[in-house]
């Protein structure tokens, strides 16, 4: 791709493809070795129907039809692409259009695969699916995976070698992962990079084993776990209703059924409410009826007991998915300034640092990276003090150190009293930071409560396309195995409760309003 079809400046050094240097060979001919799927689908899906688009590369490489037919099915089968699957790629959610860029890679049988985090837009149950078939394109090995990736637990058991490139764009280093991820876990600590949470368990635990699976962390856990801990103390209570949506419902043009289906729910000042379901659950149309940005169908949104109709825009901030799509300034400074125009803002100098994004103040935000895009976003919804801030997938493309700074500024909003809304697929941060959890399907909430009850029901994650974190599977197998050991769900829970500390005691599940307009009853507390 670099010098054909992105300009940069080639300093020095040589890349070769099986020996031919690239920059002396064209993109068609390096095409028939190397495959490279993007963090963002959007960006290399060119035909209208799914079929097409996998068959599009072998048309470009003068397959015989015959032939085509074969390579399609099988690609489609390797990336969990069904016969339900839409036709039409505009139907697709995130997560299935991903799939099929990658299946249209597989098509043409590279030798090699550069993976830019391929599971980043996908739910956890495509993302399973997804890993499933690199672990069966790994085990004959008859290709080479080069492997851009946060999730680290999902590819843990396929990885041989581990590359960690520091600030400066060097080769910080080049380890086997049981060298990278535990006795260099310093280093990657220092360089803000991400280490599998099994790892981080692990090294929690002071054990120097690398556990490759959640079954060797419940081992490791039985083990190595203070018998002497104890979990207590509730949280601060919430505070009153901020945003309400009663029996809400939206159906997008063109389509048979809603998107969203007579959902209704409360967020609370001082509550991080995660919402959780599968690519098509109906998601972030639900976040985008209740920013204002959808207006609904049936039903009523209200902010502040007010119909939102009525509301001052800049009370409710949405962070979209794709960040590029709020962008409307030439600089970075000139997005935040634009963003606190008329309101009783922050100091937008100080969020550009806080998002460590000073040095980029200048640059257009269309140049960023999708991770500075996001912290850009971030920052421009913060800068008006909302009291309802709505956050889609708001971890995508984050290192570990930015990650950590939004955790950070999240518990500090809840405090506050802002009301937030997490649409995500990160149940690594439902299970730190959320309060409680709402999980859909079907365009329906099916799931309310807090995240370990999430967890704790195989049903509920089953029709949602969810899977419970790593930490939580292994707290859960480690239960099994031994009654005795605690049931908790996340790092940040075990660190606290082995540090002495203490934890809030989750929500108990609430049960949604049975009629439409009424309330559900105050929510009770249950022990953790």
């Given amino acids: ?16 493809v099986e020996g031919r240097d690239t920059r002396t060979s064209g993109l068609s001919e390096l095409a028939r070795t190397v495959g490279v799927l993007f963090q963002d689908p959007e960006t290399q899906l060119v035909m209208l129907e799914t079929d097409d688009e996998i068959a599009f590369g072998l048309e470009n490489l003068g397959v015989p039809r015959e032939e085509m037919h074969g390579r399609v099915a099988a690609a489609r089968a390797a990336t969990g692409l069904g016969p339900d699957t839409p036709r039409l790629l505009e139907r697709l959610s995130g997560g299935t259009k991903q799939r099929v860029a990658l299946a249209s890679l597989l098509a043409m049988a590279p030798r ?7 599971t980043a837009n996908l739910d956890p149950r495509g993302a399973s699916e997804v890993l499933a078939a690199f672990a069966a394109l790994c085990a004959d090995r008859e290709r080479s995976f080069l492997l851009v990736e946060h999730r680290l637990d999902l590819v843990l058991g396929l990885v041989d070698r581990v590359a960690v490139l520091g600030d400066d764009g060097r080769l910080a280093l080049d380890a086997d992962p049981e060298t990278a991820f535990m006795r260099e876990a310093e280093t990657l600590e220092r360089l803000g990079v991400w280490s599998p949470e099994l790892a981080r368990l692990a090294l929690l635990l002071g054990s120097n084993e690398l556990p490759r699976d959640v079954a060797g962390a419940a081992r490791l856990l039985v083990e190595r776990w203070p018998r002497d801990t104890a979990i207590a103390s509730p949280g601060p209570r919430m505070g009153s209703v901020v945003v309400a949506a009663r029996d809400v419902a939206y159906r997008y043009r063109q389509s048979d059924r809603d998107a969203v289906s007579g959902v209704s729910l409360d967020v609370r000042a001082g509550e991080i409410v995660a919402l959780v379901g599968a690519n098509g659950a109906g998601k972030s149309t639900l976040g985008l009826l209740l920013a204002g940005a959808l207006a609904p169908a049936r039903g009523a949104v209200a902010v502040g007991g007010r119909p939102l109709r009525g509301v001052d825009p800049a009370r409710v901030a949405y962070v979209f998915q794709y960040p590029e799509r709020g962008f409307l300034a030439a600089t970075v400074r000139e997005e935040i300034a634009l963003a606190a125009r008329g309101t009783a803002s922050r100091d937008p100098d100080e969020l550009l640092e806080r998002s460590g994004l000073a040095r980029l103040a200048e640059a257009n935000p269309h140049s960023l990276s999708h991770g500075e895009k996001r912290r850009l976003s971030v920052a421009s919804a913060l800068v008006s003090r909302p009291d309802v801030l709505i956050l889609d997938e708001p971890t995508f493309g984050q290192d570990l150190r930015h990650t950590r700074e939004l955790v950070a500024l999240l518990d500090e909003e809840r405090s506050a009293g802002r009301a937030i809304l997490l649409i995500t697929h990160d149940l690594s941060l439902v299970a730190d930071v959320a309060d409680r959890t709402i999980a859909m399907a079907d365009g329906r909430a099916r799931f309310d409560g807090a995240p370990a009850a999430l967890f704790a029901r195989p049903d509920v994650l089953a029709r949602c396309s969810l899977a419970p974190p790593p930490v939580a599977e292994a707290f859960a197998l480690a239960h099994e195995r031994d009654p005795a050991m605690p049931q ?5 829970s075990a660190r606290l409760v082995l540090a002495g500390g203490s934890l809030p005691r989750p929500r108990a599940a609430l049960p949604p309003p049975t009629t439409p307009g009424s309330r559900p009853a105050p929510p009770t507390r249950a022990r953790a």
Avoid: F, K, N, Q
């Fill in 1 to 16: 791709m670099i010098p054909h079809s992105l300009e940069a400046h080639w300093e020095s050094g040589r890349v070769t």
């Fill in 112 to 118: 090699g695969l550069v993976l830019d985090e391929p």
């Fill in 488 to 492: 908790l769900v996340g790092l940040r």
